[in-house]
């Protein structure tokens, strides 16, 4: 058996050993999805648990870290996601001035603003066309200048590596993954809390 565990960077590796140690060997990495060409920032700290006696990684995680930038696709551009169809008129009006506030402190249209922090106390924002910042389950409104509008679902999706997009989902050999069934606040928790696919694939196609 082998049971792949992530968490946030500061997870203390120690829990794990003294609740499985006795029955499961571990190895453990940190990984950003952007290493591997993922359009938004994702680092965690992924640990691999295999059942002592009966299974064994072929490779040590250490070396993976070492060989990621032979594997490294270039990075997607947010344009590729972006879709450049209309505006979004379903912000409120406080939520319209943060927006206003942003661009009055940062005087840039082509990153990224998360309105749900103030641009004056903890803003968060993406370089010009560089990687989204991490998602929490809490993010609901990625504002872009440029297109005048947040993020959709599917898009914040496609920046963990979820097949929201048809080119992703022809990578991965799948069905695009649709959001519409799904409530804001599940979307919210399913891409805030989820793992990131490029970093979970490529542990387990390392082991």
Not at 52 to 63: A, F, S, T
Not at 86 to 115: M, N
Request: hydrophobic share 40%.
């Amino acid at each position: 058996m082998l049971v792949i565990v992530e968490n946030v960077p500061r997870f203390p590796i120690t829990l794990l050993k003294t609740v499985f140690g006795y029955v499961y060997d571990m190895q453990w990495i940190i990984l950003d999805a952007v290493r591997f060409g993922a359009p938004g920032r994702r680092r965690r700290l992924y640990v691999v648990l295999t059942l002592r006696g009966r299974l064994q990684l072929n490779k040590d995680l250490v070396e993976l870290g070492r060989t990621i930038d032979d594997l490294f696709v270039e990075r997607r551009c947010w344009d590729t996601l972006l879709c450049m169809d209309g505006s979004d008129d379903g912000l409120s009006s406080a939520v319209k001035k943060r927006a206003r506030d942003y661009l009055k402190v940062f005087k840039d249209h082509e990153s990224i603003y998360d309105l749900d922090q103030l641009p004056r106390g903890r803003p968060r924002r993406t370089r010009a066309n560089g990687p989204l910042f991490c998602l929490t389950a809490n993010t609901k409104h990625c504002w872009s200048p440029r297109f005048d509008r947040c993020l959709r679902r599917r898009e914040l999706g496609a920046s963990l590596g979820l097949p929201t997009d048809s080119s992703l989902a022809y990578m991965y050999g799948m069905q695009p993954l649709s959001f519409e069934h799904l409530s804001r606040g599940a979307s919210g928790r399913l891409i805030g809390n989820g793992m990131s696919i490029p970093c979970v694939g490529a542990i387990m196609f390392w082991c």
